[in-house]
């Protein structure tokens, strides 16, 4: 099985700056890559929305309300995703997830191997921004 695990976020000030990641890992024996990578977010109260995607060859977009402050990046050795955000206004506290396609190796005896495409969700990380 594979998962995804965030960190980062926190208390900021309003009009500050702070950082999430998020890597893929398994947690058997399973063998993957990541496609596309991308973080999402819910505020209170609110739908689920995307911020930010990053492709597989590193080609970020954005949400038009991201405006600039943030950057989506990706380590994609370490299958790892990062998302920093800066100028930070109260619109912007919500919990971000982080989220991949995957693809799984069911049979690498075959030419070219098999998988299975999964779509992942990280746990979530809680960002407050305080005026």
């Known amino acids: 099985q594979v998962r995804l695990v965030e960190s980062g976020g926190g208390l900021v000030q309003d009009g500050g700056s702070t950082g999430l990641s998020c890597a893929a890992s398994?947690?058997?024996?399973?063998?993957?890559?990541?496609?596309?990578m991308g973080w999402y977010r819910r505020a209170p109260g609110k739908q689920r929305e995307l911020v930010a995607t990053?492709?597989?060859?590193?080609?970020?977009k954005y949400a038009d309300f991201v405006k600039g402050r943030f950057a989506i990046t990706r380590d994609s050795a370490k299958k790892a995703v990062f998302l920093q955000l800066n100028s930070l206004d109260l619109a912007d506290a919500a919990v971000y997830y982080c989220?991949?396609?995957?693809?799984?190796?069911?049979?690498?005896?075959?030419?070219?191997?098999?998988?299975?495409?999964?779509?992942?969700w990280g746990q979530g990380a809680l960002v407050t921004v305080s005026s």
């Open positions: 989220n991949a396609a995957v693809s799984v190796y069911t049979d690498i005896s075959t030419i070219p191997p098999r998988t299975r495409n999964i779509e992942l």
């Open positions: 398994a947690v058997s024996e399973t063998r993957f890559y990541v496609n596309s």
């Open positions: 990053i492709s597989r060859d590193g080609i970020p």
